[in-house]
Structure formats: C-alpha cells, structure tokens
C-alpha cells in the first residue's frame, strides 16, 4: 500500500462508509478518457464518470488547456465587487442554451449548495412580494436534493440517508410524482389545501439519480408545471445530475418542452474537471429581487463562488458540448447498454432493466451488496459502484465500443454468477 494512503488513511474522514469496516479506498494515480489509473498499474474503465461529472471524459486537452491558461491568469478573485470575463460569459452562454427566460444566474460550488439557494430564491420571492407564510416545499418520493440540512427536508424520507435526522428541520411535502390521474388528483387537491403556505415544487426531471435512477416521462413535467401554474407557485427543476446531456437533451427541460421557474445545475457543468455549480432564475424570479429596497437583495455569497478557473473549465466545456459531437455519442452509448444490459433480465432477483441518454440501470427486489459487488467489477477491470437496489452506468461520453463492452459484459457476468 502506498505512503501517503496509510499516513493519511487516520486523517481522512471518508463520505458514505463506515469507516471502522469499510476497505481501504483504491489508490489513484492518474485518469485519461474514461479510464482510472491505480497505483499498482491496474487500469480501471469508469461506468459511473465520477458520480457523473466526466462527461467528456478525464484530462480532456481542450478544458485542461483552457484551465491551464486561467490560472496563469488568475486562479481566483473574489465575486463581491468585483468580476472576471469566465464568469460573465459563462452566464451569457448558459442563459442562452437554456430554455425561456432562464436569464438570471447565481453561482456556487457545489449542487447541494445551489438546491438550497434555490430553495431561499423561493422563499424570498414570496417574501419580496409582500406574501407571508409560504415557508414550506413540494418534492417528491424517489427523489433526493443533495446532504446539506435543507435539501435533506425535500429527499424521499425513506431513501435511508438521513432518517437520522428526522425531525431536526421542519417537514416538506414529500409526495408521489403526478405519474397517472389519481396521483395528479392527489397533488393537485393537496395544493388546493395547502397552496398558501407552500412556495415551491421542486423535481429531478426524468430521472430521480441517487434515489434509485428511477425515469418518468415528460407528460410529468408537464402536468407540474401546469398545477404549479394554477395554484400559482414556483417549480424548480433539479437538473445537478440530468443536466449537460445525459438524458439525451442538453437539459432535460428543454426536451420536455417545461420551463421551470429556477433550474439548478452542477455535475458535468465543468466536465469533471472543477467544482462549479448554479442555480438560475426566470425575469419573474429575479424581478423580485430589483429593488430600490436593499433589503430585499438575495443575501448570499460562497466564498468560491464564480471562481475563474471552475468557469475557465465550464466555458471550455461548453465549447465541446456546442460542437455536437455529444449527441452521437450519446444515442452510440444508449444502444450498447440497452444491448449490452438486456440479458440481466434473465438474472436472479432482477426486476427491471432500463436505460435512458447514456443511463443504464439494472434494478433488484431487494438492496444489493454493494461493497462486496464493487469489489468483483473492479477484478473485472471496471469501476461500477451501486447503490440501494441498482447496480447502474452513466459512462463518460467518450467511452469507446470496447469499453462499453466491457462495463456491460462485468455486470451480466457478476449478476450471473
């Protein structure tokens, strides 16, 4: 085992894992395409893009290119008072990709982070308007928002993350999705009845990521943002792990067709490169907030936020994304995991397999051993890591035939074993 592994291993506070029992962590020496490097030589091919950051795959020359020239620049200036071209034109560049009048865009570091200034865009919104008492949110059972104290109150409360903090926050509405008449009656009666102290809904659109790669269909999205309409509320779209091209759409609000009111992003905003993420707001949103008042400005501000080499990054990512090149892939790696997964059905205690862009899911009856099934696909030369009752792929975009193979081939072979 390497130096710095064991002289740091009684230091480092490690995310997801008891650290009493749980392995040691595989050592990293360096990644290129969708390909991990350990220590002791091993090459690992990354089904999951570094929880679903990579999409262009690692060391992509032109965003290390891009960084690279940044920091020689400036690596990082304060966004209070002051600005720096990456950021103003990465905000120009977004606002124009997405949909409607998604204008207005606040940035942070991390997706939890922007869930939860989305959440306080809400609630100051209703508040800048003169309305009291709108203090509480719609989600959704499946779904989950990020670990921070208040996007912990919007995930499914049986999703088995943060039971333990029950009670802690105030309690959300966490409902069903509107998937068919009865559940659409149900949201939209419990709006009726609770519509004046509620401020937002808040979905993952087509996906639920972490609460299970759980998929619904647009005609969902649609029908929120038709309740959100009547009873006059706020709908924000969580788009930290659909965003950037992995349903198929470059966002998955613009194919549905459903503009939301905030959209938060973050994930492959960099290409796995830099921490970076946003929360980004309709004209009515931030209407709201343009005040003489200045009181009613959105009092917040990460320290990294804008940070000019994340957005260096984020803009040469964009740059990759605009050639279109991403779309092919995409369909490419849709075909060879529908391909590839299908013999799973057959699978003891396999109950559904499904793929959706460049998302591949293999789902159980029951939790899988998730340890001890990471460890025999990383024997097999692939790095799958699952979750709850899903083993899953969402692939670098780059990732080739072969490697596709691969990934697929490991998990029909483990779930047949």
């Not at 989950?144 to 996007?151: E, P, R, S, W």
């Not at 659909?242 to 492959?268: H, N, W």
């Not at 075909?335 to 799973?344: I, K, R, S, V």
């Amino acid at each position: 085992m390497t130096s710095w592994l064991t002289d740091g291993a009684p230091h480092v506070w490690r995310p997801y894992c008891q650290m009493k029992t749980a392995p040691a962590p595989l050592a990293v020496a360096r990644t290129h395409g969708a390909r991990i490097v350990l220590e002791d030589g091993r090459e690992l091919v990354d089904g999951i893009a570094s929880w679903w950051t990579a999409c262009h795959g690692y060391n992509h020359p032109h965003i290390r290119e891009a960084v690279t020239q940044q920091l020689a620049r400036a690596p990082h200036v304060m966004f209070g008072g002051l600005a720096h071209e990456p950021a103003y034109r990465l905000a120009s560049r977004l606002a124009a990709l997405l949909p409607g009048d998604l204008n207005h865009v606040f940035f942070a570091e991390s997706g939890s982070v922007a869930v939860e200034i989305s959440m306080k865009m809400a609630l100051q919104y209703w508040i800048n308007r003169g309305v009291a008492g709108r203090t509480k949110f719609v989600s959704f059972l499946g779904g989950y928002h990020g670990d921070t104290l208040a996007t912990m109150t919007i995930c499914d409360p049986e999703e088995g993350m943060h039971g333990l903090f029950s009670g802690v926050m105030p309690a959300q509405h966490v409902v069903a999705l509107p998937r068919d008449a009865a559940s659409e009656a149900a949201l939209d009666a419990l709006l009726t009845q609770r519509g004046p102290e509620i401020a937002a809904l808040i979905v993952e659109p087509r996906v639920q990521g972490a609460g299970g790669m759980l998929l619904h269909d647009d005609r969902v999205l649609q029908v929120l943002r038709r309740l959100a309409d009547k009873h006059g509320l706020l709908l924000i779209f969580d788009e930290i792990f659909t965003g950037f091209g992995r349903t198929g759409d470059l966002f998955a609000c613009e194919g549905a067709g459903v503009v939301p009111d905030i959209v938060t992003l973050s994930k492959a905003l960099t290409g796995g490169t830099l921490p970076l993420s946003a929360a980004i707001a309709s004209d009515k949103v931030f209407e709201a907030f343009w005040s003489d008042d200045p009181g009613a400005a959105l009092m917040h501000g990460p320290t990294y936020m804008a940070n000019p080499l994340a957005c260096a990054a984020a803009n040469a990512s964009l740059d990759l994304f605009e050639s279109g090149a991403w779309r092919v892939d995409v369909a490419r790696i849709n075909a060879a995991l529908a391909q590839g997964l299908e013999p799973c059905r057959a699978a003891p205690g396999v109950v559904d397999v499904r793929t959706l862009g460049a998302i591949g899911v293999v789902e159980f009856d029951q939790p899988v051993d998730a340890g001890g099934l990471c460890a025999r696909f990383v024997d097999l030369g692939c790095w799958i890591r699952p979750m709850g009752k899903v083993v899953y792929l969402t692939p670098p975009f780059v990732t080739s035939d072969a490697e596709l193979e691969r990934l697929t081939g490991a998990i029909c072979e483990v779930m047949a074993s």
